[in-house]
């Protein structure tokens, strides 16, 4: 989540599956069988994935820099274990672009990953988080403190949600719309990453996008529970919310409204170009004692809500990512 709205700031560059069930899905803990799944959204895996990208040798994932690029490396090193295709005419799964930083361009890149839709390949249903953080901090003082921005929940916990379902979709292997998996770039200074990857793509073929951001925390409402920002502004959230019915979770309208999430974070560019495009969080956004700051850490973080918060997101994505709904979409602005 960036501090500021992304829209204030000018472009520098030139989503199961017929009935589906997370229950279906037998977890890698399971005796083998002949379901050829073997991680569908494991607690540990997500543990593991989380733990890599909030490391300390990551240095804070800040665009342009060795940790920031090693972020990239390592996500696309996942996106291709898992199987997925390349995005577009990409040679690799990144996509480069630059942000015009006070000293110069900075050269940075979105990873993304495709999986073709079985029979509606020409609708994207898209998934994202940023992958970029706010760095080390500046000082020059050594007082033996932690000065990196591990950014754990912001937005580790996100791209690992990501990571999860790119697998899980991967796994299944019958998704009827195409999903485009995309770790940005460039949020915390502006959301330039996902203004980049907009303008590789015609928005009219987007379906949904399914932005996730900090999911660490339990939400206001505790357990079991997020929020999606811009609710009323399409039915995506009563989709999603139908998709969940008979589960215990439940998915509430923003409760930060004078926080103008909606428009801080990478779900923005495409919602303006009239895509429902939505982020979906559990940050208290008024009691959220790490936000920015170095203590961002995965101590802070509760890893068997946030995988319950991906297995539901999951879920909550079945009609649309096999074609039986569409939401609606946001007015153009
Ligand atoms: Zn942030």
Redesign the pocket.
């Known amino acids: 989540?960036?501090l500021s709205h992304p829209l204030l700031y000018a472009l520098p560059l030139s989503l199961l599956l017929s009935s589906c069930s997370l229950d279906s899905v037998k977890p890698d803990t399971s005796p083998s069988d002949s379901v050829a799944i073997t991680s569908p959204i494991a607690i540990a895996s997500t543990k593991q994935i989380l733990s890599t990208l909030a490391a300390d040798d990551m240095q804070g994932r800040q665009d342009g820099t060795v940790g920031g690029k090693k972020a990239a490396q390592y996500i696309e090193r996942e996106f291709a274990a898992a199987g997925l295709s390349k995005w577009g005419g990409l040679s690799s799964y990144q996509q480069a672009y630059e942000i015009e930083g006070p000293e110069g361009p900075i050269a940075t890149s979105n990873v993304i990953g495709f999986i073709a839709g079985k029979s509606r390949p020409d609708e994207l249903v898209v998934f994202s988080a940023h992958y970029d953080?706010l760095g080390v901090e500046d000082s020059a003082e050594d007082t033996g403190k932690n000065k990196i921005y591990n950014g754990a929940n912001?937005?580790a916990s996100g791209v690992t949600a990501l990571i999860q379902l790119a697998k899980y979709y991967q796994q299944r292997n019958d998704n009827e719309r195409s999903i485009v998996f995309v770790a940005f770039s460039g949020e915390?200074a502006g959301g330039f990453g996902s203004q980049a990857f907009a303008s590789s793509i015609d928005p009219d073929q987007v379906v949904a996008m399914f932005n996730i951001e900090m999911i660490g925390t339990p939400s206001k409402w505790g357990n079991d529970s997020a929020y999606i920002t811009g609710y009323d502004k399409s039915d995506f959230g009563a989709i999603l919310q139908k998709n969940l019915q008979g589960s215990n979770f439940k998915f509430h309208p923003d409760p930060y409204l004078d926080k103008d999430l909606f428009y801080r974070s990478d779900n923005a560019t495409l919602a303006a170009q009239g895509v429902p495009a939505h982020t979906i969080s559990t940050s208290k956004m008024d009691n959220e004692p790490y936000y920015?700051t170095v203590d961002d850490e995965i101590a802070t973080l509760d890893i068997a809500n946030m995988n319950a918060i991906i297995k539901a997101i999951a879920l909550s994505a079945t009609s649309i990512v096999n074609g039986d709904s569409t939401p609606t979409r946001i007015a153009k602005q």
């Open positions: 989540m960036s953080h912001d937005d915390e920015h």
